[in-house]
């Protein structure tokens, strides 16, 4: 019964991946405190890697106020750092966000091989895989990143890091930054 559970959610994820990128739509610009999402998605990647040795950090501020879809949003996330873990069989993963005044940032650092650096104008596209590992997905999570980070007129930028990781790094521009009632 475990292995039919996994499989179910496997492909309940691939649906809602390949419904994310089917639309194209406004995305609701409600309030919402990015550091909270944050939070919720640290918790879900701690728990995808507890049988690896794998710390998982993060550093920023307690409160960042942004306005956008907060389910998407917490799908970028949990795209991010679900690579991450699955990519990284040791180390360290942190998670970074800033605030300046006229950005949002959003950084998720690794300790794993990196990908070649000839592959980063690929890694968006749609079911292409950097990685052949077997069991290592079917390549939607980046484009959903890069779907959903679009649709809030974001950013998204790869670098590999010395001597081994990869970071993945969205940036969004700061618009009306008046939040009341931000739950």
Do not use: W
């Not at 890697?49 to 799908?75: C, E, M, N, S, W």
Request: hydrophobic fraction near 40%; charge should be neutral; glycine fraction near 8%.
């Amino acid at each position: 019964m475990p292995v039919l559970k996994c499989e179910l959610q496997r492909l309940s994820s691939i649906l809602d991946s390949l419904l994310i990128l089917s639309r194209d739509q406004p995305i609701p610009n409600t309030p919402v405190d990015l550091a909270v999402i944050v939070g919720e998605s640290l918790d879900r990647a701690r728990a995808l890697a507890a049988d690896k040795p794998l710390v998982i950090h993060y550093q920023g501020p307690k409160t960042v106020l942004f306005r956008g879809d907060k389910a998407l949003l917490g799908r970028l996330l949990d795209n991010l750092l679900e690579n991450a873990v699955k990519y990284s069989q040791a180390g360290e993963i942190i998670l970074q966000l800033e605030q300046a005044p006229n950005i949002t940032r959003v950084r998720v650092t690794d300790q794993g091989e990196g990908v070649p650096s000839e592959h980063f104008a690929k890694l968006t596209t749609p079911f292409f895989r950097a990685k052949t590992r077997q069991g290592q997905g079917v390549g939607l999570g980046l484009s959903v990143v890069q779907h959903i980070a679009k649709a809030h007129a974001g950013t998204l930028d790869f670098e590999n890091l010395e001597p081994t990781g990869f970071a993945v790094t969205v940036t969004f521009p700061r618009g009306d930054t008046s939040f009341d009632n931000v739950k």
